[in-house]
């Protein structure tokens, strides 16, 4: 049996056996219950007396979002000041790396305090160690903790009756890190450790090769940047070719964890779901929605890069492994497409191959993924935004039994209705005129020197940007030059809108919803915990998706797929 379908099987049962009982871990965890965990709680409670937090305070929805938006802000001056300033510190810079451009610092900043890790840089001659360790990797924990403590709000605005206390911020977002993210990040750094992945604060090592020239090798505190942008759902790499990197990926053993680490935590909080509600068959119902258009994306992903390229086939040349343009020979094309497509459904960015080298279609297949933003998402966050899609199906199926939509015993109403519909259509309205605006310049200055493959594959690459910086995923066609003060900004301002509007927005559904009395459930109430809503949840995704989209794609990845 070829290793690449063993990988899948294995990642599969892996990913699932591991997710059920970590949802039941987290769900004890932040319903305050008692788990193996609770003795980091006089740790935890050092932390908060610190920064002068009262773990037993409760907060409103807008208490919330204030205090997350306060602590965000103090990340992001943070990373800036350090990112300019790096070369200025001689401690841990080995290799004398200068300060980065202002406008790069801006968009990394921003890229990492927002999950995103969008990188117009390279890792390992654009960053420091110091920024290595203090930028980057402490922005991927606490990005992380970001968005799993938002989604906590949301859900403790499910479950209160009647009130505005949705529970406190600082808490959740203290205990994501010290009781998920950093736990399981030693455990994967570890088994990278083993399998030959450096972790090192000396120099690079200057070699001489076998012709007799000589080189660099970077190397650094790889191991552990690696462990928390796949735990994490982050995905900068700590080199530019990322996870193709033999340094950060050395073997199948270390593909197997990285692919695993970048699904786990998302699958796990949609099974914390059903057990945080006290409704399991609902949790599975999330699930297996998510999982069917996961699933369409794997299967259309590798079929697409097994047929390999038409043009070639053309000349008569045969494709046995597929199409091998921009992989790596360890990895092939299937084990490359089930990373593009995780990597892409989770608001993860990291690769192990070049999507631009990827067939047109199965490109269109990850910016498609990335749009409808919702199947496990990044940690947290992947949530809200299928949260809103579910507010969205609640309402037109109560209106096809012709009942008032209710949610959990609440009454859906237009205040609720019309968050949830602005939040989602918030993509389109930037990422299409946003992509409008670059393609015109593109159009109207050629030596601008952005795009090494104009027409529709040019299209793509600059769609795929924007899609890519909104859905706070990061990644890229790497044939656009984006290292530029306009892609800088423009990226750097829609990764900042799109990480933090899609997230107050459905907690501010929550504070909605929590404040309302409950509704008694009654033979007419409609079951969400059904495969009928699931169905009719799946048609609200891709439809809503579709007529956003489509065009724009068409333009793109399917214009070049027909050129071809």
Avoid at 127 to 152: E, H, N, P, R
Avoid at 411 to 429: G, M, N
Wanted: avoid cysteine; aromatic fraction near 12%.
């Amino acid at each position: 049996m070829p290793s690449s379908i063993i990988s899948v099987i294995l990642l599969s049962a892996f990913v699932i056996l591991l997710a059920y009982p970590l949802g039941k871990y987290l769900s004890k965890v932040f319903k305050g219950e008692k788990n193996f965990m609770d003795f980091l709680t006089p740790f935890e409670n050092f932390i908060f007396k610190v920064i002068s937090v009262d773990p037993a305070s409760q907060m409103s929805w807008k208490e919330n979002m204030k205090a997350m938006l306060r602590i965000n802000l103090i990340f992001y001056f943070w990373a800036y000041i350090i990112l300019a300033l790096q070369g200025s510190i001689s401690f841990l810079n080995p290799a004398a790396i200068a300060n980065m451009e202002a406008t790069l610092a801006f968009n990394t900043a921003i890229s990492f305090v927002t999950n995103t890790n969008l990188q117009h840089y390279s890792g390992e001659t654009g960053l420091s160690y110091f920024s290595q360790l203090l930028v980057i990797g402490f922005l991927q924990f606490v990005s992380a903790a970001t968005g799993i403590a938002a989604m906590l709000v949301l859900m403790k605005g499910l479950v209160v009756k009647n009130s505005q206390s949705l529970g406190n911020f600082y808490v959740y977002f203290v205990k994501s890190i010290t009781r998920l993210l950093l736990p399981l990040s030693i455990i994967v750094a570890v088994i990278l450790l083993f399998n030959g992945v450096p972790q090192t604060l000396q120099a690079p090592e200057k070699i001489t090769n076998l012709e007799g020239e000589k080189v660099t090798i970077a190397t650094g505190p790889v191991a552990s940047v690696v462990a928390i942008k796949q735990v994490g759902t982050n995905g900068g790499g700590f080199f530019g070719t990322n996870s193709a990197h033999p340094f950060e990926n050395a073997n199948f053993v270390t593909n197997l964890v990285e692919t695993s680490a970048i699904i786990i935590i998302p699958v796990a909080l949609v099974f914390m779901v059903g057990f945080y509600l006290n409704r399991k068959k609902l949790g599975w119902v999330f699930f297996t929605v998510m999982v069917v258009m996961l699933s369409l994306f794997i299967f259309s992903a590798v079929a697409l890069e097994l047929s390999g390229n038409p043009q070639l086939a053309k000349m008569g040349l045969s494709q046995p492994q597929g199409n091998m343009e921009g992989k790596e020979t360890r990895f092939g094309s299937e084990l490359s497409a089930l990373w593009g497509v995780l990597t892409t459904s989770t608001s993860n960015g990291s690769v192990n191959s070049m999507h631009d080298s990827h067939t047109p279609l199965a490109g269109a297949v990850y910016m498609f993924d990335m749009m409808v933003n919702a199947v496990f998402g990044g940690v947290g966050v992947g949530f809200l935004n299928f949260f809103l899609y579910v507010v969205i199906g609640v309402f037109i199926s109560g209106l096809m039994v012709g009942r008032t939509p209710e949610l959990l015993g609440k009454k859906i109403e237009a205040r609720e209705v019309k968050i949830a519909s602005l939040v989602i259509l918030f993509q389109p309205l930037i990422v299409l005129p946003m992509t409008a605006i670059a393609a015109y310049i593109a159009k109207t200055t050629p030596d601008i020197g952005w795009l090494n493959n104009p027409g529709y594959h040019g299209f793509s690459e600059m769609l795929y940007e924007f899609t890519s910086a909104f859905a706070n995923n990061g990644s890229g066609f790497e044939g656009l030059g984006d290292n530029t003060a306009f892609w800088n900004i423009s990226t750097g301002l829609v990764m900042l809108v799109a990480r933090f509007i899609p997230i107050i927005g459905p907690v501010a559904i929550a504070g909605s919803l929590a404040a309302k009395k409950s509704v008694p459930e009654s033979e007419g109430s409609l079951k969400i915990d059904s495969a009928i809503f699931g169905v009719v949840l799946l048609g609200v995704i891709f439809i809503v998706v579709g007529l956003s989209f489509l065009p724009a794609l068409a333009l793109g990845p399917v214009a070049e797929y027909f050129s071809m």
